[in-house]
Each structure stands twice: as C-alpha cells, then as structure tokens.
C-alpha cells in the first residue's frame, strides 16, 4: 500500500509517499481500506515536532478519515462488520491506503452523509461540539464569538453554535472569510484586529460582553477577547493559529468571574470514550438531516500534500482540506 510518511521532522517537503506492505488487524482491530484522509493544522506542527503529540518516526500524518472495513482481527465483532462504512478518529496515522485500527475509534457513516463530509467531520466539529455542549454548556440566546471563523474548527463552531441557538459573531481577517461564515449561520461578523476586536465585541452586544469566546487563534487576540466577556462569561482555549501562545492576565478571570476552559478533544476521547462516541452519532445524524454542511475546501491527491498542507499552513482554508489515497 502507499503512505505519506513522516521520517524525519520538518516541512511539507520533508515527507515522502512510501510502499509498506498492507497492515493486519489484531485482536479488537479491524481493517480499514481509506477513501479519503482529512487534514488540520496541527498537521502542520505535528510533522515539525511543534504539537503536544509526538510520535515515533516514522508516521503518517492526518488524524481523521473515512474508508470502508475489509477485514476484523481476531476477537472483532459488532456493532461493525465487513463493508461497512466508517469515520477514523485518531491523533494521527490515517494518510495511507490502510489501516488497522482499534474498534474505538470507528463510527458507522449513515446513508445521506458523503465520504468527504464525513472525513472531515470527526476532529472539527468534534472539537467544536465537546467544547461548546461539553465544556462551555452553551445555552440558547447566549452570545457567541468565534475567532478564525472561516477555517476548519472555526467554522463547525460557527455551525454548532446555530445549531444550540446562540447567537453567533463571526471573526476573521476580511469580508471574503466573513461571507463563508454567514453562508454557515452566522448572525454578524467582524473583520478583526487585536487593537479593535475588545471594543467591537462589546458594542456588538450593546456593553454587556458575549457570554462565550471559542478561540483557536490565540497570540495577540486572545486577551483583548477575555476582555470582551461579559460576567461569568466562557472562554475556550482551542488551539494556537497564529503561533504564539498568550498569557492570560488571571485578575481578569477573578473580577469578572471568567471560566477559562482547556479543549482538548484527543484527551477527551480516551478518557470518556462513551460520550466522545455520542457525540460523533449526533454529528453524523445532524449532517444526514442537512443540518450541518461539513464545508470541504478541496480534495487533493495524495501526491499532492505539499500543496494541501501549504493551504492549511498559511491559513487559506475555508472548510477541511482532504487527501485521496
């Protein structure tokens, strides 16, 4: 089989397409045959060894997927069986033409919902779902701002937050981006600069500060963010975009009462495994029930990742970049 291999840590430029030969699954595995592969930004970091996970070398990048099982290791049984189709969910592994995986981390795609909506779906709006339900308990009427609205998590929370009845301001680096985030849902959107987005915030909710800010950008928008919560207000930390992590000034969290909230959906998948699957049966079922659009920005082949990684890398994506083995 081919697979984009990770030997030696670095750049796009620093992978390779190997021929390994097709792996067999073990006991409470099954074989998956991957259709497509989707990428994220962490991508990014993980093949430079800038990401929390660090694996061995060698490794194939991309950590979600969608294929259809041909075989199940000894001790493998239902609810999956040979054929069906099925969502990969892991911290990394999935840009190859196979995979054995653990039973765990499989989820059957439902008729109604594409192989390339599913591929896409588990990490984002993954994320976006156990942050916002599970962290934030983001309740209808309540105000949310999603900084870097139009890339990938940015906007299945743009999604998500319609979806439990919030009212959602967008933020992104132009009109374009913003226009992509009200095709999703939206109710306002704000092109966005550290200096302007705490006062924008606040005037956009007549004073009072939005109730919840999910941030995967941080650097030098997230303070002035925090800034911009109202009391007992939410901020969720996703991820790092703009390459620099803050530093939160903590007398704000206590004189306003701030929730300051970790995301970290790949923890959270090993350690509630039951609620991590919940959520990925009621994400599929909302995209089946045409609820949730799963936005692709493109599918590459997989000789093509260096192109599919720049776009991610410079931050151009508007929805999930996918390979095809």
Do not use: M
């Given at each position: 089989m081919k697979a984009l291999?990770?030997?030696?840590?670095?750049?796009?430029?620093?992978?390779?397409?190997?021929?390994?030969?097709?792996?067999?699954?073990?006991?409470?595995?099954?074989?998956?045959?991957?259709?497509?592969?989707?990428?994220n930004f962490f991508d990014t970091l993980i093949i430079a060894g800038k990401y929390?996970?660090?694996?061995?070398?060698?490794?194939?990048?991309?950590?979600?997927?969608?294929?259809?099982?041909?075989?199940?290791?000894?001790?493998?049984?239902?609810?999956?069986?040979v054929g069906d189709r099925v969502i990969v969910h892991q911290k990394f592994g999935t840009c190859r033409e196979r995979l054995a995986v653990g039973l765990r981390h499989l989820t059957p795609v439902p008729e109604g919902v594409s192989d390339e909506q599913a591929a896409g779906l588990t990490?984002?709006?993954?994320?976006?779902?156990?942050?916002?339900?599970?962290?934030?308990?983001?309740?209808?009427?309540e105000t949310l701002a999603v900084l870097g609205a139009s890339g990938g998590v940015g906007l299945a929370a743009v999604e998500l937050g319609r979806a439990l009845g919030a009212r959602v301001i967008a933020c992104a680096s132009s009109e374009e981006k913003l226009a992509v985030a009200r095709r999703h849902g939206a109710d306002e959107g704000l092109v966005y600069s550290p200096d302007t987005l705490k006062d924008a915030l606040r005037g956009m909710t007549g004073g009072r500060?939005?109730?919840?800010?999910?941030?995967?950008?941080?650097?030098?928008?997230?303070?002035p963010a925090l800034r911009a919560l109202a009391w007992k207000g939410r901020f969720l930390v996703v991820g790092f975009a703009a390459g620099e992590i803050p530093r939160l000034p903590l007398?704000?969290?206590?004189?306003?009462?701030?929730?300051?909230?970790?995301?970290?959906?790949?923890?959270?998948?090993e350690q509630e495994p039951e609620a991590h699957q919940a959520?990925?049966?009621?994400?599929?079922?909302?995209?089946?029930?045409?609820?949730?659009?799963?936005?692709?920005?493109?599918?590459?082949?997989?000789?093509?990742?260096?192109?599919?990684l720049g776009i991610l890398k410079r931050r151009e994506a508007v929805g999930k970049v996918l390979l095809r083995p």
């Open positions: 291999l990770c030997t030696r840590l670095g750049g796009p430029e620093d992978l390779s397409i190997e021929t390994l030969p097709d792996p067999v699954p073990g006991p409470g595995e099954a074989l998956v045959r991957v259709s497509v592969a989707g990428l929390q996970v660090k694996p061995e070398l060698p490794f194939s990048p991309g950590g979600e997927a969608c294929g259809v099982v041909e075989a199940l290791g000894p001790g493998s049984s239902a609810p999956l069986a990490i984002t709006y993954g994320t976006s779902l156990h942050a916002l339900r599970d962290r934030a308990r983001l309740q209808p009427g500060g939005v109730d919840v800010v999910y941030d995967a950008v941080g650097g030098d928008f997230a303070e007398n704000l969290v206590l004189l306003k009462g701030i929730d300051v909230q970790g995301v970290h959906w790949g923890v959270f998948l959520n990925q049966r009621q994400l599929l079922a909302w995209v089946a029930e045409g609820r949730l659009t799963a936005q692709v920005h493109g599918v590459y082949p997989l000789e093509d990742y260096a192109a599919a």
